[in-house]
Each structure stands twice: as C-alpha cells, then as structure tokens.
C-alpha cells in the first residue's frame, strides 16, 4: 500500500509543500497555546472514530490534503473512500478516522477547510464543464487564486474536469492592456518577450478585432478576448481563420457559457473557479458511543 506522501505525488502535488501548509495552518489554528476546550473536556486517552461526511452533493477533492492534517495531527488510523474528483451524493462518508479524540478534534476545522474550500473549487468547475458539454471548448482557470493555496486550487480545478491556464508568471507570457500600452503596442511587446525568453508559450490579450489583426500579424498563436460578446468572438474566429487559438474572458456566465463556446472559441477563462467558488458542505461527525 502506498504511502500518503506516495499518493500524493500521484496527484501531480508536492507533499513538502502540503505538509508545510498543513503545519501552517495547525500552528495559526493553535496560535502558540493548545485547543483549551478539549483539553479541558477530554480525557488525554480517549479514543473516538469518525467520518467526514458530505452534507451536499458535489465533486470533492482535497482528500489526501485532509488525510495529511490527520497524519500531522497524530491520527494515522484512516482510510479514504473515494477518489479525488468523484462525484457523490449527499449523506456520503468520504474518509473515516479513529485514534485519540483530542487529535483528532484539533485536525478537525483545519482538515475541513481545505477540503470544503477544494471541493467547492472542483463543484464549481464541474458546473462549468457541464454548462458547454457538446462543443470543443474547454474550461480554464486564471491565476486569480488564493495566496500560497494556487498549486491545490488548480488541482481542484482538475478534478472538477477543467484545466490550468499558467501557474506562474515565469511558466508563460500573458502581454495584456497594461503591457501594451506601457511597451509601445502589441508589435513591440511580443517582439519584446519572444526574443528575451524564446521557447516559451506567449498569450496575448486583445480588446478588439483591430487589435487581433496585429496579434495574428505579430506571431501570437493564443490570444485572448477580453470582454467581447458571443458574436464578437464568433467574428474573432472566422478572423483568424484557425491561425490561433482564441480564449474569451469576462463577462462570462454559467447562463451564456454556451453561446460562447458555440461561438468557435478554444478556451472559456473563468476566474470565479478560484476566486467566487461556494464552499461544499462537509462535516465531521463522531460516532456515537465509540
């Protein structure tokens, strides 16, 4: 049987930096002291078992993230009973525990909020996919994430059955308004960027089909349109004629989703994904008499 950290690793996710996270937020959750209302109304030996279990349908993920603030904790009696990204219905037991009560009552709070958080992120993002099921385009996310949480929000993402736009500012260019304008025109800034780091994918945001003539001119083979209307995107398509592919951002609902994928476009970039997701309801329930 493979290890957490094994597991882990499985996942595409650095278990260094899980556990580092998890240490993080045990020691902000204590705050130097020790959980005073336990301690004060459990006895030290005390064991207990329980299940964290969905409250709401949805797609969960953060599992393994929550099995490692067990093991932190003390607890390393669990077991995980579904696979990240699985689709479950209300009333479903997703991991049980069982060890000292104390343990696993300062895992608790820390262990539910990243895996309701994750699993909202990877509900949402179900929701999405769903909403422009039939057509080709695909559903990504931005970097509009969470500060030091970015690398498990788009492992949401993922499970939710959407994909990453870039991880980082050095993975990938992105010449958007601001860029523009600063360095003298989309010309000049791709130029710019290409020469300076070859090799690496350039995106570039444009917020008119004037302004996509000279992304198309200057080499970009993914740009992205800011802010335009189903039909503009469709006209951006026939544009460009297949000589790029096209994301459109902003303005995007669940409830127009679809006219935009139908509009021709590659990607649909959804910031709310990360940034506006609804936490799932999941609890931690111990069994009574045990």
């Not at 385009?137 to 931005?142: A, E, N, P, T, Y």
């Not at 089909?209 to 209307?229: C, R, T």
């Amino acid at each position: 049987m493979n290890s957490l950290r094994e597991n882990i690793k499985t996942l595409g996710l650095s278990p260094n930096h899980i556990f580092q996270q998890v240490k993080d937020a045990v020691a902000e959750d204590l705050m130097g002291g020790e959980d005073i209302t336990t301690v004060a109304t459990i006895t030290e030996s005390q064991v207990s078992t329980a299940d964290f279990i969905a409250r709401k349908a949805g797609v969960v993920s953060g599992l393994h993230v929550a099995a490692a603030v067990l093991e932190y904790c003390g607890i390393n009696h669990y077991e995980v009973l579904v696979d990240e990204g699985a689709k479950v219905e209300a009333g479903k037991v997703l991991i049980t525990a069982q060890g000292n009560t104390r343990k696993l009552l300062l895992a608790e709070r820390t262990a539910l909020n990243y895996l309701t958080h994750l699993s909202g992120i990877s509900t949402t993002t179900s929701k999405w996919v769903e909403a422009v099921a039939g057509t080709r385009c695909v559903i990504r996310d931005s970097r509009k994430t969470t500060p030091g949480l970015r690398s498990l929000e788009k492992f949401a993402v993922r499970m939710g059955g959407g994909t990453n736009h870039r991880i980082s500012l050095s993975a990938e260019g992105l010449i958007k308004d601001n860029h523009i304008v600063a360095s003298g025109g989309i010309a000049a800034a791709f130029k710019a960027l290409k020469d300076k780091f070859p090799g690496k994918p350039i995106e570039v945001e444009v917020d008119s089909l004037e302004q996509l003539s000279q992304a198309v001119a200057a080499g970009a083979q993914l740009i992205l349109l800011d802010n335009m209307s189903p039909d503009m995107c469709k006209a951006a398509v026939a544009q460009v004629g297949g000589k790029a592919k096209l994301e459109a951002s902003g303005g995007i609902t669940l409830e127009n989703a679809k006219a935009y994928a139908d509009s021709g476009v590659d990607y649909l970039a959804i910031g709310a994904l990360t940034h506006s997701a609804p936490a799932l309801d999941i609890a931690l329930d111990f069994r009574k008499g045990r």
